[in-house]
């Protein structure tokens, strides 16, 4: 083969393999936008996650402390009742 042909033949090859590379660059770039919205989709599912506990635990933690507080606050009332009746029923008989 002449020296022509073989360069003519080395150029076509070189091309084919070029625009195999850039097709492949492609793929890698599409393939890296789809993992990049997975992740930034899982992020926000996580946050979301996250600020929904943090809030249901908040909400939580704040109920019980009030319903404890009533519940002193009422037994405490009640036993100087009980008391005072029982002093003023001793004093009478």
């Given at each position: 083969m002449?020296?022509?042909k073989l360069v003519k033949e080395l150029m076509k090859k070189l091309d084919k393999l070029e625009s195999d590379r850039e097709k492949?660059?492609?793929k890698l770039a599409k393939a890296l936008d789809k993992l990049e919205k997975k992740v930034e989709k899982k992020a926000a599912?996580?946050?979301t996650t996250v600020k929904n506990t943090?809030?249901?635990k908040a909400a939580?933690?704040?109920t019980p402390a009030k319903k404890t507080g009533t519940k002193k606050v009422a037994a405490k009332k009640a036993t100087p009742s009980k008391a005072?009746?029982?002093p003023?029923?001793?004093t009478n008989p």
């Open positions: 002449s020296q022509k492949l660059i492609d599912a996580k946050k943090v809030v249901k939580a933690k704040k005072a009746t029982t003023s029923t001793t």
